[in-house]
């Protein structure tokens, strides 16, 4: 017969890295309500400039006082 490929959390029970039992009373107090999802976090707003930007806006500006400091 073939054997079936083990899921993730087949694997990670193996490992030891998850324990069956908790995970099946987590579940069981879930249902009763007892224990609440966690409530999602808030989004977190992304930059508007990379660190790249923000190094060709200084080089530019230490051109630009460059150039007119010196006159070339």
Do not use: C, N, Q
Request: aromatic share 4%; charged share 30%.
């Amino acid at each position: 017969m073939s054997e079936r490929a083990a899921s993730k959390y087949d694997e990670a029970v193996r490992l030891g890295r998850i324990d069956p039992a908790a995970s099946a009373y987590g579940a069981h107090l879930r249902r009763k309500g007892i224990l609440r999802p966690m409530p999602k976090p808030e989004p977190v707003a992304l930059l508007d400039s990379t660190p790249r930007d923000e190094t060709a806006a200084a080089l530019a500006e230490v051109a630009h006082e460059v150039l007119t400091r010196f006159r070339l």
